[in-house]
């Protein structure tokens, strides 16, 4: 790796990890409600994840890109779906719980992962670390999905049941998740594998 991208990448990745505690620190400081500071920061968190889309395209990391982006596609959806819930003040309890899953799923999982890529950059690889990268994921990973769910099934609760263009995007997207989640999930597990064996 040249190194201007990997000073990049340790940049980035320290930034967004910064974020996310920031975001974790705020949203639990204030009884896991969303204040305006917390919706700025969850935004600018997993906004800069689109910036992994183009660390794939480009080489810069070794992810792949179709796994990388549905995944980073899917979380922007639920943040959009986050943001409008709150600027109509229509965080109803499944919302909330669905908020509340996501923001302790996503924010540990992310935590770990840009940590740990930080220290890959400087060849430095903490065991426990490790072990937290590649064990937390299996009650994590399906956590943050059914959080995700909870937030995307929000919006057809809150007008009712009625079929509109909302129900349908929500039907691809189910398609979409119930492809992409065992493909992801496999994908942990094979990592877990080739990093603590067994």
Known sequence: MKTPVRYYLLVYNAIAFCFWAAYFFVFLAQGLQLSPMAVLLLNIAQGMAFLEIIHTLLKWVKSPVGS??????????????????VQRNQMLPVAYTGLC??????????????????????????????WMRYTFFIVLYPAGVTGEWLLLVTPIIAVG?????????AIVT???????????????WKQRRAKLGG
């Open 161 to 169: 049941y009625a079929f509109n263009a909302y129900m349908a995007f």
């Open 101 to 130: 899953i996501v923001s302790f799923a996503w924010s540990i999982t992310e935590l770990m992962r840009y940590s740990f890529y930080f220290f890959g950059l400087v060849n430095v690889q903490p065991k426990a670390l490790l």
């Open 68 to 85: 990388t982006a549905a995944q980073v596609v899917s979380r922007l959806l639920v943040l959009a779906i986050i943001n409008v819930l």
């Open 174 to 188: 189910a398609i979409t998740y119930a492809y992409y989640f065992p493909v992801l999930y496999k994908y942990m």
